[in-house]
């Protein structure tokens, strides 16, 4: 794979996409598009053939010829006065096997900065899982050293995400990884745990994590609502909208195969037929929808960016 060019940081960044859920303002900060080889290696039952037999997922979420469009980006909002990311993507400057993860300059910052959230305004950093291309922007390398990129911030991940990890034999990878982008968060004592019970945890009115097993065995996703309406954050239970189509999809990385696929199809079962709007974490735009029945399985809504 080829290493996706990246804006430059001289540009002016281009407006968030955003949706509102009720009185909030959920916002998309973009940080690169994923090269068309990660598709098949990510999803690899995701073939061309099977892309072909969906044209809703053509051409937002799906090439002419059946590759899939996939992206990096977080979801930034403020709850109950708090300012909170979702996710921090790749980042900058990390050495990493992927060769388009590695070493990246991007402009995500000065994006998620235009957006109304500067690094040092952030209160809360929620990390759906502990995967290199969700904890990259944790760090930033500054004086010699990795050091948290929102120094204000509280990071939330679930307990049983970090304790599966710390008694997992890594290989240098994921290893260098967890150096550059989760110890330093631990270091400096800004790493919360939390324990997400089956019908999930509030951590303030309006935001709530959902456990939703399987690709890591602590993966969450996040769901917002006010005022009668909910949103949800799918971090990586749903990669792609094909998932809709095909919930036995998995992802390449799953770490139990078996329970991601029953996490998604609880998850999209409980979804179906309602108003609440499903962001995916790796959703290429227009990134929002709203889940509904087609045929037996479901299909994608979109719901466009404002």
Not at 32 to 55: N, S
Not at 182 to 209: T, Y
Request: proline share 9%; charged share 20%.
């Amino acid at each position: 794979m080829q290493t996706p060019s990246a804006t430059p940081a001289t540009a002016t960044p281009a407006t968030a996409p955003s949706w509102t859920v009720g009185d909030l303002t959920v916002h998309r900060i973009d940080e690169v598009p994923l090269p068309p080889a990660t598709g098949p290696w990510l999803l690899p039952d995701a073939t061309p053939e099977v892309v072909a037999g969906h044209d809703w997922l053509r051409p937002d979420f799906a090439g002419q010829d059946g590759v899939l469009h996939l992206d990096s980006h977080s979801f930034a909002f403020v709850v109950d006065g708090l300012r909170v990311l979702v996710d921090t993507g790749i980042g900058n400057g990390k050495q990493r096997a992927n060769p388009a993860w590695h070493d990246l300059r991007t402009d995500y910052l000065e994006r998620l900065t235009a957006a109304g959230f500067a690094p040092e305004t952030v209160d809360l950093v929620v990390l759906t899982h502990l995967h290199a291309d969700h904890v990259g922007w944790n760090t930033r390398w500054e004086d010699g050293a990795w050091v948290p990129t929102f120094p204000a911030a509280r990071y939330l991940t679930a307990r049983a995400e970090r304790e599966f990890w710390a008694g997992y034999d890594m290989d240098e990878a994921r290893a260098q990884m967890f150096r550059d982008s989760v110890l330093p968060v631990e270091r400096a004592g800004q790493l919360d745990l939390v324990d997400v019970p089956a019908e999930g945890v509030q951590i303030v009115p309006g935001l709530r994590l959902i456990p939703t097993p399987g690709h890591t065995p602590g993966h969450i996703a996040v769901e917002l609502a006010d005022r009668g309406e909910t949103a949800l954050i799918t971090g990586d239970c749903v990669h792609h909208p094909v998932q809709l189509a095909h919930p036995a999809i998995g992802a390449c990385v799953d770490i139990e195969p078996e329970r991601s696929e029953a996490t998604r199809r609880a998850l999209l079962a409980s979804l179906a037929g309602t108003d609440a709007l499903l962001l995916g974490t790796h959703f290429a735009p227009p990134t929002a929808g709203r889940v509904v029945a087609h045929g037996d399985a479901y299909r994608l809504q979109p719901v466009p960016a404002a």
